[in-house]
């Protein structure tokens, strides 16, 4: 094909121009960039923080009423209550297992004869 | 590539983040679209002050539909095009209702356009381009920019002016014999070459 002394432009030039433009495409002013993500960030609903999970459902209301360090507390007053329970429900023939074991360790009698573990009777008596 | 590096998710998705507080999301997002509406609204325009008022006006109608987007229903892309689309022909009909005064104060073409576009086309082919471009009836600018400047489908630009394909396909064909017509006789000064005789 030949173009010699064309001066009108064709549908080629044409298009070699538009790829030019597509190539030269100015980029955005960092200020403008700047102004958009200003607005972008004022529109955003910033989400709100987690709620912080809830171990003891039952002493839950404790941690409500203090202000800080309310779920601490409720963990104490868990493990306060805990040790009373404990107290109260000791089995009573514990202390008397161990008197026995006492008496045979201060005894005259010969060491072979000594039970060092006293007998389940006691324990599985007490239901 | 970095964790919080979300250029490589889809335009939903990011808006979708962006509505749900993802300042990294708004950040890609910024970058990945204005350079785009600016260069659009500065080719239908022919100012960059007005176009980075457009590019501007445009992203914040981005971020307040972003939490009611429905994903699947249209592309980003397309709405926003659509979106300065609009803005443009709004601010085009509002220079044309200017006071004749402000009008006067434009200056007067020294011999009509073919003479402003030689002075342009002999410094640089990027100004003649934009030169010719103002000069085409605004539809036919809108299909020529869209297609063979932003590079889309036909049938997106079909979504973005809201008419059919075939009219897209005619504004196009026009716009470029137009422009050939607009540019006709400055070949030599936009620097193209002639070719070699063939065998």
Same mark, same amino acid.
Request: glycine share 8%.
């Given at each position: 094909?030949?173009?010699?002394?064309?001066?009108?432009?064709?549908?080629?030039?044409?298009?070699? +121009?538009?790829?030019?433009?597509?190539?030269?495409?100015?980029?955005?002013?960092?200020? +403008?960039?700047?102004r958009v993500l200003e607005?972008?960030?004022?529109?955003?609903?910033?989400?709100?923080?987690?709620?912080?999970?809830?171990?003891?459902?039952?002493?839950?209301?404790?941690?409500?009423?203090?202000?800080?360090?309310?779920?601490?507390?409720?963990?104490?007053?868990?493990?306060?209550?805990?040790?009373?329970?404990?107290?109260?429900?000791?089995?009573?023939?514990?202390?008397?297992?161990?008197?026995?074991?006492?008496?045979?360790?201060?005894?005259?009698?010969? +060491?072979?004869?000594?039970?060092?573990?006293?007998?389940?009777?006691?324990?599985?008596?007490?239901? | 590539?970095?964790?919080?590096?979300?250029?490589?998710?889809?335009?939903?998705?990011?808006?979708?983040?962006?509505?749900?507080?993802?300042?990294?999301?708004? =950040?890609?997002?910024?970058?990945?679209?204005?350079?785009?509406?600016?260069?659009?609204?500065?080719?239908?325009?022919?100012?960059?002050?007005?176009?980075?008022?457009?590019?501007?006006?445009?992203?914040?109608?981005?971020?307040?539909?972003?939490?009611?987007w429905r994903a699947g229903?249209?592309?980003?892309?397309?709405?926003?095009?659509?979106?300065?689309?609009?803005?443009?022909?709004?601010?085009? =009909?509002?220079?044309?209702?200017?006071?004749?005064? $402000?009008?006067?104060?434009?200056?007067?073409?020294?011999?009509?356009?073919?003479?402003?576009?030689?002075?342009?086309?002999?410094?640089?082919?990027?100004?003649?381009?934009?030169?010719?471009?103002?000069?085409?009836p605004e539809r036919q600018?809108?299909?020529?920019?869209?297609?063979?400047?932003?590079?889309?489908?036909?049938?997106?630009?079909?979504?973005?002016?809201?008419?059919?394909?075939?009219?897209? $396909?005619?504004?196009?064909?026009?716009?470029?014999?137009?422009?050939?017509?607009?540019?006709?006789?400055?070949?030599? $000064?936009?620097?193209?070459?002639?070719?070699?005789?063939?065998?």
């Amino acid at each position: 094909m030949t173009r010699i002394g064309r001066s009108d432009m064709d549908m080629r030039d044409l298009d070699d +121009l538009f790829a030019e433009a597509r190539e030269r495409a100015a980029p955005a002013p960092p200020a +403008l960039l700047a102004r958009v993500l200003e607005d972008a960030y004022a529109g955003q609903v910033v989400p709100a923080p987690a709620p912080a999970p809830r171990r003891w459902r039952m002493f839950g209301w404790l941690a409500g009423l203090i202000p800080a360090g309310g779920a601490a507390l409720s963990g104490l007053a868990v493990s306060a209550l805990a040790g009373l329970w404990i107290g109260f429900a000791a089995p009573t023939p514990f202390d008397a297992s161990l008197g026995r074991v006492s008496e045979a360790l201060w005894s005259a009698a010969p +060491l072979e004869n000594v039970e060092l573990i006293p007998s389940l009777d006691g324990w599985a008596a007490e239901g | 590539m970095p964790l919080d590096d979300l250029s490589h998710l889809p335009d939903a998705d990011l808006l979708a983040r962006y509505a749900a507080g993802d300042r990294g999301a708004a =950040r890609t997002l910024t970058l990945r679209f204005t350079p785009k509406v600016l260069g659009y609204a500065g080719r239908l325009l022919g100012d960059r002050a007005e176009a980075e008022d457009i590019a501007q006006e445009a992203m914040l109608r981005l971020w307040r539909i972003a939490p009611d987007w429905r994903a699947g229903e249209a592309q980003v892309a397309t709405w926003l095009y659509r979106v300065v689309t609009n803005l443009v022909t709004d601010r085009l =009909r509002a220079r044309r209702r200017r006071p004749a005064a $402000e009008l006067d104060a434009v200056a007067e073409p020294a011999d009509g356009a073919p003479g402003v576009l030689a002075g342009l086309i002999a410094r640089d082919r990027m100004a003649a381009l934009d030169a010719a471009l103002a000069q085409l009836p605004e539809r036919q600018r809108q299909a020529v920019v869209l297609r063979h400047l932003e590079g889309l489908a036909n049938p997106e630009i079909a979504a973005i002016m809201e008419i059919g394909v075939e009219a897209v $396909e005619s504004l196009t064909a026009r716009g470029k014999r137009a422009l050939a017509a607009l540019l006709s006789g400055q070949r030599a $000064e936009l620097g193209y070459q002639d070719e070699e005789a063939g065998p």
